[in-house]
């Protein structure tokens, strides 16, 4: 498959529908109305607190092959006309793992949100929490979290949107607590992998366990959306506001 007709239809290919991994950059030119999006926090960057050995010279190698400062990208953006506070995470830099600043970043953008009284969409892919930094990447699982329970106590809606692969820690806390939380289509979504589980259960999973379609089926997720779609669902969320949660026809 030729860059440039993936490119034109979204990284989708036309065949199969099969959903490929984009960067934060791209996925911002996606969804963001265009010329809106203007990024804030880029001057936060990851130090190696703890001294991990190689951590200094991997933050350098991620940084010049993902094109970006850090796992995830924060700004205001407009979608549709509507202002919205942005946290879009890249596997390409460390594989989306969460450390210090990825924490640090996110809790920004979601108490900015709920300061401005401006709906929060946040785009997850990630596999886990970043081990070079130990327990300051663990902590960040509480930290994210306690700062959406006051974008909830504002009564300001939270939209998630689960990407490929979305695991760890990341599942464990903000991605899992939005308002609304929808997926692509094909996503794998989880806290441990498919083979850590069979593994330890000795036991065979379901087909298609983990995937987006299989956890819609369970009810653990709100709908899943082709990546074509994705803007307009979206819009039609934010107009909605989301009164109580309110089930909504997608």
Not at 7 to 23: D, I, K, L, S
Not at 126 to 151: D, H, N, P, V, Y
């Amino acid at each position: 498959m030729e860059e440039g007709i993936l490119e034109t239809n979204a990284f989708v290919c036309p065949h199969c529908g099969h959903h490929y991994r984009v960067t934060a950059q791209e996925r911002l030119k996606l969804i963001c109305d265009t010329g809106t999006f203007q990024e804030f926090y880029s001057d936060v960057l990851s130090t190696n607190a703890i001294g991990f050995p190689g951590y200094d010279a991997k933050l350098m190698e991620a940084q010049k092959s993902s094109g970006s400062n850090e796992a995830v990208i924060t700004g205001l953006g407009e979608v549709g006309g509507r202002k919205v506070v942005f946290a879009v995470m890249t596997f390409k830099f460390m594989g989306g793992s969460m450390g210090s600043v990825v924490g640090e970043k996110i809790a920004r953008a979601v108490l900015l949100g709920a300061e401005n009284r401006q709906p929060v969409i946040l785009f997850t892919t990630s596999g886990g929490a970043r081990m070079q930094e130990g327990i300051f990447s663990l902590m960040q699982m509480a930290k994210t979290s306690a700062a959406i329970a006051q974008l909830d106590a504002a009564g300001v809606p939270l939209l998630v949107v689960l990407t490929d692969p979305t695991y760890g820690g990341v599942t464990a806390s903000f991605a899992m607590l939005g308002d609304v939380i929808i997926a692509e289509p094909g996503a794998m979504v989880g806290f441990a992998g498919p083979r850590v589980i069979e593994g330890t259960m000795r036991q065979k999973l379901p087909d298609g366990f983990q995937t987006a379609e299989f956890l819609m089926e369970k009810g653990f997720i709100d709908a899943v959306v082709p990546r074509s779609d994705m803007k307009r669902v979206l819009g039609l969320l934010l107009d909605t506001n989301l009164p109580n949660k309110a089930r909504i026809r997608l």
